[in-house]
């Protein structure tokens, strides 16, 4: 199978490589962080300056209609420099429910202000009963006439302190976990009712508890099919975790490499530590790991548009398993070989340790999806 990219990708990741190498250097990043918003507008406008943003449109709508190898790219580059702007919950969650559910009117009013970087999305689907499931919805959304009335509270909400949208799961029928019954709407994150407490999470994002207490949602503001969402979520979803296996392909790597360099100067009885042979054979066993990661992270941008709902999520179940699995041994054996130096606040090891954890659970973590892939039978069929 040929893997060789196309000119034009190579150009994208190459372009995303240098402005990421300039103006994303770990001590920046730590000003970045420092922002009001926990992130930096400026690098935004640097990513629509260079045509990130337009990356799930048509070129029709401004974009240049990027599929998922484009988005592995992109997200492998922003997991070696694990950046804080809200690119996932932006263009791959809220880019999604627009390429996939968005009416006419909704993607003509949305696309070019996020094309040029001037609206933020968020996804708000966890709830506190919730855990990974995503059918599980205590939500509720009802008719009044044209409009919806949407009650709830969602956690962990991914930047949605600073989104100018949220994109919203809530109940239009039945029980608490059926799966149908679900309806996704776009709720206008100033909208009268809604309710946001922003908060940093442990790898240095920001995110939001929001609450919605009679919030009225337009007709035209439904994704898709009110009564039966849920495969418009699966389906964003999946995209999602395809681009969070890149994104953590490319923190492990440069984990991995940061070990390596500092086995070479770290001086233990006389000589380099990475002269001892068990230590050695740690740093090969975590490029194993990476090595595999990396091509679970392209099973996933080759399975992020298969047709059969069912066969694409036992795919993306298995991905979250090596995945996540890959990034816990990297992540921890990078914090054991640099010793005491890698949980500092002032060391990067650390960094790309959390942000991996973080990784591995967004959207169901190994063990999770282990459990799913049990359900449905193993990822390959008897």
Request: hydrophobic share 45%; aromatic share 8%.
């Amino acid at each position: 199978m040929d893997f060789d990219l196309t000119e034009e990708q190579r150009l994208l990741q190459d372009s995303l490589a240098r402005l990421l190498a300039d103006r994303y250097g770990f001590e920046q990043r730590k000003e970045y962080m420092k922002a009001p918003e926990g992130w930096s507008r400026e690098m935004w406008s640097s990513y629509a300056e260079l045509g990130l943003l337009g990356l799930p449109f048509s070129e029709e709508e401004g974009g240049f209609g990027g599929g998922p190898v484009e988005t592995m790219l992109v997200a492998e580059q922003m997991g070696r420099a694990i950046t804080l702007e809200p690119w996932l919950p932006t263009m791959v969650l809220g880019g999604g429910f627009l390429r996939h559910g968005g009416n006419d009117a909704l993607r003509a009013e949305f696309a070019p202000k996020m094309v040029a970087g001037e609206l933020l999305m968020a996804f708000a689907h966890t709830e506190r009963q919730s855990r990974y499931d995503l059918h599980d919805v205590a939500s509720t959304a009802r008719r009044d006439g044209s409009c919806w009335v949407l009650d709830g509270r969602k956690g962990m909400v991914l930047h949605g302190d600073s989104a100018d949208k949220l994109v919203v799961t809530a109940r239009t029928a039945g029980e608490r976990r059926d799966h149908r019954g679900i309806g996704v709407f776009v709720v206008d994150a100033g909208a009268q009712g809604v309710t946001r407490r922003g908060y940093r999470t442990v790898d240095g994002q920001r995110a939001a508890e929001v609450e919605l207490s009679g919030v009225r949602v337009d007709g035209g503001a439904v994704l898709g099919d009110p009564a039966d969402g849920l495969p418009l979520v699966d389906r964003v979803v999946d995209e999602a975790i395809a681009a969070l296996a890149a994104e953590a392909v490319g923190a492990m790597e440069v984990a991995h490499n940061m070990t390596v360099d500092y086995m070479k100067t770290r001086q233990q009885f006389g000589r380099p530590i990475g002269s001892f042979q068990a230590l050695q054979h740690r740093a090969a066993d975590m490029l194993v790991q990476l090595e595999q990661a990396r091509s679970m992270a392209y099973f996933a941008a080759m399975s992020a548009e298969e047709p059969d709902a069912a066969e694409r999520r036992k795919a993306m179940a298995a991905v979250k398993v090596q995945i996540g699995r890959s990034a816990r041994f990297v992540g921890q054996q990078a914090i054991q070989l640099h010793g005491g130096i890698a949980v500092t606040m002032e060391y990067a090891a650390g960094h790309y340790f959390k942000r991996l954890t973080v990784n591995d659970a967004t959207f169901g973590d190994a063990d999770h999806h282990v459990r799913a892939l049990a359900e449905a039978g193993g990822a390959l069929a008897a």
